[in-house]
């Protein structure tokens, strides 16, 4: 008998237009944390959710302790103790933490009562075991990115899962959280748990799987001992090319002031609480400004208030010395914002319209792609086709392929693609490489560049290090809502900006209250006044 807990053989799973999966067969070793590596739109989804249940494959069969079985659904696959965090969390936002992690897995007395006490004596003792703190009383709605994926894997655990796919796990956590997973996944693997880890993040992969499998265009490229590859030769393996990991950057000096914020107030629309406080800078064109912070200390929010997703409760925003305060979203971005948002699902895409469509979002009313009320559907097609190419966006049906369908990657690419193309005066990049391989994120990178090379101004707020650095020309820290210190990257460290990032220490005044900062200000005022 072998060791190996699963097999996949000669996997192939197609849809109109694609092969996601041909003739893919991967081991997977008992007690083992195996990586699946790949470019978007590889098929590492699509194979995990072949393993899962979510797809059956046209060809192919998959093995669990050396013997063959059916995984029709989900169900099937937790049956065979097989569990999943998805790319796009399955919860159900309205249902606290403990209601997700037992629905369907629900304890019930003889007449089918629910034991609730039982339940969550058992989802706190995993909890405890594994060390994944999060309060299960709360609304999935009001937990942070972080604490929803700690949902998730305690649902996995709860269902006696041997075998648990991450897929892309780290793509929207912050540095901190990415290591607390690490050592959870380390754990898991000392409890004897078998761990397939889906990432195209490379140091990830080097630092914690032990073997990996390479995917491209579907294949399997091969399988290998992850200590005996670098990450050049996984990149090289993946991409199909070397991949330059460094950045040529040219000085520029910077221009007219585009975007200023002054005197910046926002609330958070769930808690109430003042999230943004005091904030004022500035982004001037030709360069590159790096908002910089521990997710959750405000970053959203002041997005928010310069787009017009939120109102603001103080202060001002400028755009090209026009006053856009109390303009609409619609009439930010015509005056000469673009916006690459955070949350790609919610404020980025229209995911049941098709790929053409969602290029022109924001543009469908300009003469080359409208006339007389009506759409120009070949002019939407011809420009759609041109950015896929030139962002090699991968899809099964082209442009007509709808969003929904597509990987998170290539859904990536494509708010990427349209905001950039756009060509406005200000570009606000919000982890504008969230979920992108190593191939792309180097493209992305260049045509940031490129933009403020040709003299636009760009706002640019990312929890990885390594992008703000490679990228920003000024640093400005936020903590808590309040922007703490300033740095120019050629000269920071990562140990000095972490300690402004937590908090332990900062080069400007605590900000005041909203009510504290309007009785300061209108005693200035009348202060002028007297003189």
Known sequence: MSNNIISLNHITKRFPGIIANDDVSIELRQGEIHALLGENGAGKSTLMSVLFGLYEPDEGSIEYKDKLIKIKNPNDANHYGIGMVHQHFMLVDVFTGLQNIILGYETTNKIGWLKLKECRENVLALEKKYGLNVDINKKVIDMTVGEQQRVEILKMLYRKSEVLIFDEPTAVLTPNEIIDLMNTIKNLKAEGKTVFFISHKLDEIKMISDRVTILKKGKCVGTFVTKDLSNAKMAELMVGRKVDFTLEKNSVVPGEEVLKVSHLYVQNDVTKKMAVKDVSFDVRKGEIVSILGIDG???????????????????????????????????????????????????????????????????????????????????IQSYCDTLIDRYDIRSSQGSSTIIRSMSGGNQQKVIVAREIERDKDLLIAVQPTRGLDVGAIENIHKEILKQRDNNKAILLLSLELDEVFNLADRILIIHEGEIVGFFDPKTAKYEEISLYMSGGKRDTEPSLSLKEFKKKELEEKNSEVKK
């Open 297 to 379: 200390n405000g970053q959203d929010e002041l997005v928010f208030g310069i787009t017009g997703l939120a109102k603001t409760c103080h202060g001002e925003v400028f755009l090209n010395g026009e006053n856009i305060t109390k303009l609409s979203i619609n009439k930010r971005n015509l005056k000469g914002i673009s916006h690459i948002p955070a949350d790609r699902h919610k404020y980025g895409l229209v995911l049941d319209y098709n790929m053409m469509y969602n290029m022109v979002l924001e543009r469908y009313k300009e003469p080359q792609f409208s006339k007389a009320g009506f759409l120009r559907k070949k002019n």
